[in-house]
């Protein structure tokens, strides 16, 4: 009897915590500078049943993120909703490279080719933060051996980088 209470417990536990998890919504991206390439890199990872949601969402269809037209179409919602804006006030021309799924995530990667970013470069990160009102964005930024950990949310979606 006592294994079967033991047993419930942990079930209900599991459960609680499962939808304690739901709740809380978060991405991460990391930027760093590719001193072989010259390139800047970036790669996104996010809840794949989150990102699946948001697309759904928006184009009132279901989505297959391992499908070719999901990928086009979360190209486009990043592409408005994720960018880099350059000291003098410009975009920075910021490539799509493409994309992983796996059974939980969604692994993004774009780049800015030829280019170490500048001081004072603003980082524009409203994704999934315009669907999710929970949502938080986590950006660590690498450049010579420093770490920059930039915190996105719906009250920060631009933020400058040291």
């Known amino acids: 009897m006592k294994r079967w209470r033991a047993l419930g417990a942990a079930l209900l536990t599991s459960a609680s915590m499962a ?3 739901h709740n809380f919504h978060m991405g991460i991206a990391d930027i760093s500078y590719n001193a072989a390439s010259g390139s800047t890199e970036v790669v996104h990872t996010y809840t794949g049943h989150d990102v699946e949601a948001l697309l759904t ?16 179409a979360l190209r486009r919602y ?4 994720f960018y880099l ?3 003098d006030g410009k975009r920075l021309r910021l490539n799509w490279v493409g994309m992983k799924v796996n059974a ?5 990667f774009q ?5 170490r ?3 004072a470069t603003r980082i524009h990160n409203q994704l999934l933060i315009d669907f999710l009102p929970s949502q938080r964005n986590t950006l660590n930024v690498q450049d010579s051996g420093t770490i920059q950990t930039l915190i996105f949310d719906r009250q920060n979606t631009e933020l400058p980088i040291r």
């Not at 928006?58 to 990928?71: A, N, V």
């Not at 990043?78 to 909703?81: A, G, I, L, M």
Request: overall charge negative; aromatic content about 6%.
């Open 19 to 21: 939808a304690g998890a």
């Open 57 to 72: 969402n928006l184009y009132q269809r279901q989505f297959d993120l391992g499908q070719e037209d999901s990928e086009a």
């Open 78 to 81: 990043v592409e408005k909703q």
């Open 85 to 87: 804006v350059g000291p």
């Open 104 to 108: 939980d995530n969604v692994v993004i």
């Open 111 to 115: 780049e800015i080719e030829r280019t």
């Open 117 to 119: 970013l500048a001081p």
